[in-house]
């Protein structure tokens, strides 16, 4: 192969804006709002007291940038996560398995104080704090889901494979995460889900 057969890309200039929960020069963006969010939280009657004074404005969002697919290529993002509870959890995102699951993924805290909740699906799980200018590398084959543990909006740098997709409906056959990250006085506690069932991979078509 020669340089003439090698389909060339442009760098890519980014600026994250992370108090904005911004990541300038991305091309993708998707919102989640409470509504979204429906079975997430364990405590049924508290999710819908809060629909009732739901102010429409998104829960948590992601800017992202992808230029290249397949495996060599990258995706880059900003996820941006607001303080809340849900009951006695805390605002967490929905979390996912890559659908390739041996992709592994990148996380680097830019402003507030959140945690990334880690499981495998034989039954290891791991809690690790993201707090800015620290970050968590997610190994290919671990669920995981990030859960905003402090006052404020708990934004993340995150970069993964291109090819490596989102199996998100994981969590839900499996009658949640492992473990719930709930408020304790003014921090948290990690707790089992007595919900949880296991987990199992998507079946292929």
């Keep these: 192969?020669?340089?003439?057969?090698?389909?060339?890309?442009?760098?890519?200039?980014?600026?994250?804006?992370?108090?904005?929960?911004?990541?300038?020069?991305?091309?993708?963006?998707?919102?989640?709002?409470?509504?979204?969010?429906?079975?997430?939280?364990?405590?049924?009657?508290?999710?819908?007291?809060?629909?009732?004074?739901?102010?429409?404005?998104?829960?948590?969002?992601?800017?992202?940038?992808?230029?290249?697919?397949?495996?060599?290529?990258?995706?880059?993002?900003?996820?941006?996560?607001?303080?809340?509870?849900?009951?006695?959890?805390?605002?967490m995102t929905r979390g996912h398995l890559h659908a390739i699951a041996d992709r592994s993924e990148l996380y680097v805290g830019l402003s507030g104080h959140g945690v990334m909740i880690l499981e495998t699906l034989d039954g290891r799980a791991e809690v690790v704090d993201v707090t800015p200018g620290k970050a968590v590398y997610v190994p290919g084959w671990w669920v995981h889901r990030s859960v905003n543990v402090g006052r404020e909006r708990f934004v993340t740098l995150f970069c993964y494979a291109a090819d490596a997709g989102q199996d998100y409906m994981i969590i839900e056959r499996a009658g949640g995460m492992r473990s719930l990250v709930t408020v304790e006085g003014e921090g948290y506690r990690v707790e089992p889900n007595p919900d949880h069932r296991g987990y199992r991979l998507a079946e292929r078509a």
Excluded: H, K
């Design 1 to 91: 192969m020669t340089a003439r057969d090698v389909r060339q890309v442009p760098p890519v200039p980014l600026t994250v804006l992370a108090g904005d929960g911004r990541l300038v020069g991305s091309n993708g963006r998707y919102e989640r709002f409470l509504p979204d969010l429906e079975g997430l939280y364990r405590d049924v009657d508290a999710y819908i007291q809060q629909l009732a004074v739901d102010d429409g404005r998104p829960v948590y969002w992601v800017e992202s940038s992808q230029t290249e697919d397949g495996p060599g290529g990258l995706i880059t993002g900003i996820s941006a996560l607001e303080a809340g509870t849900v009951g006695r959890e805390y605002a």
